[in-house]
């Protein structure tokens, strides 16, 4: 909850494909701060209801109008803003220039704490992609100015982030000493929906490992806190974990348990893929025990909602679990109707996760173009003052010689 060379300045054309609005159409608009932040809130409230199109249009105008009155640090605002539009919809390439941008923009106006956020951004963007190195830099990078700032939420914030990166490459160890620091921090401030975050972070990663006892240990005390902190957003995932911890101890009557209580949650927060996700669980363990009738009606539940609000991987796998057990009760037209569906939409996502991997595939690509492009720009820049300077010193001795 993811170096200074001015290039929003210096080099402009690196962000032209970012936006999507024309400056030059923008000539008559009132270009003052409060109609730049009144666009960069239209933005963020756009994001937040997922209306992508509308967020970056409104994005777009704020960094346009910023612009128009040379103003690096709303520019700067706005331009981070477009990046998490783009980050959320996974395209990591553009958000990785509107960061790289906005980092640069606040490095011009010298905006310490700005420069912390781009960072974390960045790190976070490339956290996504895969470059887990490159990531805990620029995480490192946005660590060490929330502690000159002594931004104490900024700190723990940031430790998440670094621990959930060696979490993924699989450095358990360090995932848990860096979730632990800023479980201190968060013990300190007292604050309940955090601490609760880490201790489920903490649970995942005893779960990664299959040490069950320890990850119970941490998704109990998580669940705890959430029961008691009404907007904690991790309870749902946790109460899940817990009942997932139960099947494989063959534990199935606290499985059913917890996973009536996840249910009840989603329910109750109106989270469809979270009941979608609920019913397969049950579905799953009522399977487990042979109620087949049970399993059937949960499936169908997880099926349904998963058709409706096109969540393709569970689809996919209600789906084949009906297929499966319509055919092992020999109703072959249900079976193959099933079969058809988990067949159609198989392809379909495994097309769709091709696409995902060529364009982050070509996202690592242009960033690494985009890096080198800068590289050379700046050794022109650093060759081309070298000239400069050598001919300024030609000039001046030519005319101490001429005078002696």
């Not at 979608?276 to 042979?290: E, V």
């Amino acid at each position: 909850m993811i170096l200074f060379c001015f290039i929003g300045v210096i080099f402009p054309t690196f962000c032209q494909n970012t936006t999507t609005v024309d400056c030059s159409t923008l000539e008559s608009s009132p270009a003052n701060l409060k109609s730049i932040e009144k666009k960069i809130n239209e933005g963020f409230d756009y994001f937040s209801k997922g209306e992508k199109k509308k967020s970056i249009d409104n994005y777009s105008i704020a960094i346009c109008l910023a612009q128009k009155i040379k103003n690096s640090l709303y520019e700067a605002k706005a331009v981070d803003g477009l990046g998490l539009v783009y980050a959320q919809t996974s395209d990591f390439y553009k958000a990785y220039i509107c960061f790289n941008n906005s980092l640069d923009l606040y490095k011009s106006e010298n905006n310490i704490k700005g420069i912390g956020v781009a960072s974390s951004h960045l790190g976070n963007t490339l956290r996504y992609l895969g470059n887990h190195p490159k990531a805990l830099n620029y995480m490192y990078d946005a660590l060490k100015i929330c502690k000159q700032l002594n931004d104490q939420d900024g700190i723990g914030k940031n430790y998440i982030n670094i621990a959930l990166t060696f979490q993924e490459f699989k450095n358990y160890d360090a995932a848990i000493k860096y979730n632990n620091y800023a479980l201190n921090i968060y013990k300190e401030k007292k604050d309940t929906s955090l601490i609760g975050t880490i201790y489920n972070n903490l649970g995942t990663i005893y779960q990664d490992q299959t040490q069950y006892k320890k990850a119970l240990y941490y998704y109990k005390k998580a669940l705890y806190l959430g029961e008691k902190c009404n907007s904690c957003f991790h309870i749902g995932s946790t109460i899940g974990n817990i009942g997932l911890i139960h099947v494989e101890n063959q534990n199935y009557k606290l499985a059913l348990e917890f996973q009536n209580k996840s249910l009840d949650y989603a329910l109750k927060n109106d989270y469809k893929e979270g009941q979608a996700d609920a019913y397969f669980s049950l579905g799953s363990i009522y399977q487990k025990q042979d109620k087949i009738k049970e399993a059937l009606l949960n499936f169908e539940k997880a099926f349904n909602l998963a058709e409706k609000y096109g969540f393709e991987k569970l689809l996919i796998n209600s789906s084949k679990k009906l297929a499966t057990i319509y055919n092992e009760n020999n109703d072959e037209h249900n079976a193959l109707k099933f079969l058809k569906i988990n067949s159609e939409h198989n392809e379909k996502l495994i097309i769709t996760e091709k696409i995902q991997l060529i364009n982050d595939t070509k996202a690592k690509y242009e960033i690494e173009q985009y890096e080198s492009e800068i590289l050379d720009l700046q050794n022109k820049k650093e060759i081309d003052f070298l000239q400069k300077a050598i001919l300024i010193s030609t000039i001046f001795l030519i005319l101490i010689i001429r005078d002696k």
